[in-house]
Structures are given as C-alpha cells and as structure tokens.
C-alpha cells in the first residue's frame, strides 16, 4: 500500500474516533484558543497604537522645535521665530499667498473617563489661524469651528468618546475658567482625535506665555523638506530641529511600541509552553489509549511513517481549530475597541486614545503558532507510537 494511502487511511480513522476522546481534544483546543486569543489581544493594543501614530505624520508635513527637545511639550520657539520659519524656502502658501504655517503650543485639561470615572490629563492643542489649511484630513462634524480670541474648544471624536464632558455646550474648566465645546471634528483615527483645540492666542493668554511649543509647516512638495531644513539650520537665530512630521511622531511612539510588543510576546511566551506541554500530555494519551489500534495497523502493514504523519494531521488540525475559536472571540470582541494609554498625574503625559486592531498579519501569526504548537504537541507521541513494538503495544491493554 502506497505511504500516502496509508496516511489518509490512519488519519481518517483517527478523525472518526475524535468523539470518543472528545475530552482529551477540547484540552488542545481550548489551549490553543486561550493562547491565540491572548496573544492576538495583546498586539492588537501595539498595532492599534502603532497605526493611530502612523496616521498622524505626513511626509510632505514638517514640525520645527527647539534644538535638542525630545518633543512637543518640552520645546520652546519664540514668537520672533516664527518669521524666520514662515519666510523659509518650501514653505506652501494658501489660495491668499499666506504661508501655511500653524503655531502652536500645549495645555493639559483633567478630564473623567466615562468607563471608569478615573481622572486624566488630555491635551488641548492651541493652533493658528492655518492650522486646518495645513491638517486638510480634519473634518468638522458637530458643531462650528472656535472663533479667535474667545474661550473656545472642538473636541476630537475619539476624545469625546471616551472621556465625559465633551459634548456641545458642555464647559471644560481651565486655569483661567471654564471653556465651552462647540464643535466636534475627526482627522482619520489619528493622535488629533484625542486633543481638544483651541485658538492659540486666546490660549497664550489664558496660561500667560509668551512662546509657542512648535511650529507645524505644509510644505509645497516632498522635496521640499531638505531645503526648508536646511535654511532654518545655517539661520544663526534659529536654534532649532527641523523633522518631518511622520519621522517625528514615529520616533515618538517607539519607546511604547517596543514595551507593548515585548508584553505581548513574553505572556505569549508562557502560554505557549503551558498549550504545548498541554497538547503533548492530551496527545500522549490518545495514543496509549489507542496502543492496540496501532499496533494492529502496524501489524498489518502500515508504516511507522503513516503512523506519525496521521497522529500529526490530527494535532495540527485540533491546534487550527482552536485557533479559528481565537481568532473570532478577539475579533468579535476587541476589533475597533476604543481604548488609551495611560497618562501621568502632573500632565506631562496625556492620554492618547486609539482603537484596537486586529490586521491580517497578526491572524497570519496566530495560525502560525497554533500550527507549530500542535506540530511539536504530537511529534514525540506520534514517534513514540511508531517506534514502540507490536507486541509490546498488545501487552498495554
């Protein structure tokens, strides 16, 4: 009998008899769904964060700080700054002849989450009159846009859900009293949707400063960043970094990224030995308890090999199972789940609030590992099975 034959035969018998051992099969199963689950859990947290930063930047966007500032909060550009920035080369001008270039500074408001009435820090963004030339994905969907000089929000879609007080006509109190919400925008799941803005001279004056926190430029084209860089650069009264804006917030979100990645794969570490050691244990005793069988399959002709490749089929096949199971219950019940990071109590790390998801490569992933754990869980008692005598296989019942 041909070995492919064999393998078919032995496999389908094993399938067959799946319903008597239906026990010892759920115990890969479930394994496998539990360590699936979680760990496509984990990474979607990482690559939801991920995506929301990377929706952020654009290349032909470029944010100016003072010279050797980590970031946006801790830098200072000076009102006489902002002339050189604007008049720089590759600069973009409006339909006006304006340059669009936006001003801006931070503020943090203490805000209570809906979920769990906890307090925390969000940002309020004071921009410039271009600012929404500039940030041309910003849509206004409730509401009207905030006038100058007045004490006046929009609130960010994904802010406003997840955090109470935000909806039109509600007052959000700052250090120089309360501001009112009177529109809502969204910027295509990125990192605006958790800010509030405001005008920025009002806000200048309601914190009393006198500098910006950056300045965020349009340039006229991709290529027009080196020469932009360079002019502010070789400007002896500039001292300031010149980044594009996606190199800018990627560099940002790296530090976050690397420790969400690393919890993801070290509790996935440890729930795959844990689902491994459990698929050899169930595997194990699904060949003792099939010793006879075997043996008499070996005595009449069937390969080792077929023994092993059959034993195998069955484990893998469980392990994909269990995965399918995974996969769907984080899907169903994670995909687009609204969530954020956790934000200090002094203000100098907002909340960035963002949605879980669940891509395509990290579904590859998790039939990968499903597909290598049942591979490894019935290797050994597949070989066992195989290498073990007939007669002594007969003994064992």
């Known amino acids: 009998m041909r070995i492919a034959t064999q393998i078919a035969a032995v496999t389908l018998l094993n399938l067959r008899t799946l319903p008597e051992r239906i026990g010892n099969s759920l115990v890969v199963v479930i394994g496998i769904a539990g360590v699936v689950g979680v760990l496509l859990a984990a990474l979607a947290v990482a690559s939801g964060f991920r995506q929301t930063i990377a929706n952020t930047g654009r290349t032909d966007r470029a944010i100016v700080?003072?010279?050797g500032a980590p970031s946006e909060s801790a830098s200072t550009v000076s009102r006489e700054s902002l002339i050189s920035i604007a008049s720089a080369p590759g600069v973009a001008m409006n339909a006006a002849g304006k340059p669009l270039v936006s001003a801006e500074l931070l503020a943090m408001a203490l805000l209570t989450?809906?979920?769990?009435?906890?307090?925390a820090f969000v940002t309020i963004r004071g921009v410039g009159a271009e600012a929404f030339g500039i940030r041309r994905e910003i849509r206004l969907e409730e509401g009207r846009m905030f006038q100058a000089g007045l004490r006046e929000l929009i609130v960010g879609r994904s802010a406003q859900r997840q955090f109470a007080g935000l909806n039109l006509g509600d007052r959000v109190r700052l250090s120089d009293g309360d501001w009112t919400v009177v529109g809502v925008f969204s910027s295509g799941a990125d990192s605006r949707e958790s800010e509030l803005f405001a005008d920025s001279g009002a806000l200048l004056s309601a914190y009393r400063r006198n500098a910006f926190n950056s300045v965020t430029v349009q340039l006229s084209s991709e290529r027009s960043f080196l020469p932009f860089k360079d002019s502010l650069?070789?400007?002896?009264?500039?001292v300031v970094d010149v980044w594009r804006e996606d190199e800018y917030f990627s560099s940002l979100s790296q530090p976050l990224n690397r420790i969400l990645k690393l919890v993801a794969y070290g509790i996935g570490f440890i729930m795959t030995i844990g689902a491994t050691f459990?698929?050899?244990?169930?595997?194990?005793?699904?060949?003792?308890?099939?010793?006879?069988?075997?043996?008499?399959l070996r005595a009449i002709g069937f390969s080792g090999v077929a023994i092993v490749v059959s034993i195998l089929v069955e484990a893998v096949l469980l392990a994909q199972l269990g995965a399918l199971i995974g996969v769907t219950i984080v899907y169903v019940g994670?995909?687009?789940r609204t969530i954020s990071t956790i934000g200090d109590t002094v203000g100098n790390n907002p909340q960035l609030v963002y949605s879980?998801?669940?891509?395509?490569?990290?579904?590859?992933?998790g039939i990968a590992l499903a597909a290598a754990i049942g591979l490894v869980g019935g290797l050994l008692p597949g070989m066992r099975a195989a290498r073990l005598p007939v007669a002594a296989a007969l003994r064992e019942n």
């Open 233 to 238: 650069l070789q400007n002896p009264q500039l």
């Open 65 to 67: 700080l003072t010279r």
């Open 334 to 336: 994670f995909d687009g």
């Open 356 to 365: 879980l998801v669940i891509e395509p490569a990290l579904v590859v992933l």
């Open 278 to 296: 459990g698929a050899l244990n169930t595997m194990h005793f699904a060949v003792r308890a099939r010793s006879v069988e075997i043996a008499t």
């Open 113 to 119: 989450k809906q979920a769990d009435g906890s307090d």
